[in-house]
């Protein structure tokens, strides 16, 4: 299925939730945040919430530092 992530047009096969989108892109779910349609997914709900085709979505990957 296509999805639109953060601008970039991605296949991936599915059925995928966006706690399994989240680790495919090697992230950590507890340092993003998720924009789907936009709205944004609360963290509880990351994989129960399964995409579907053309769904697209903004991550955004907080980094720490000081």
């Not at 090697?26 to 994989?47: C, D, Q």
């Amino acid at each position: 299925m296509l999805l639109t992530v953060n601008g970039e047009i991605h296949e991936v096969e599915g059925p995928i939730s966006i706690l399994g989108l989240i680790e495919r892109f090697g992230f950590e779910a507890h340092k993003v945040a998720i924009e789907r349609n936009l709205e944004i997914v609360p963290r509880s709900t990351y994989g129960a919430t399964f995409l579907s085709e053309g769904d697209r979505l903004e991550i955004v990957h907080f980094v720490g530092g000081g």
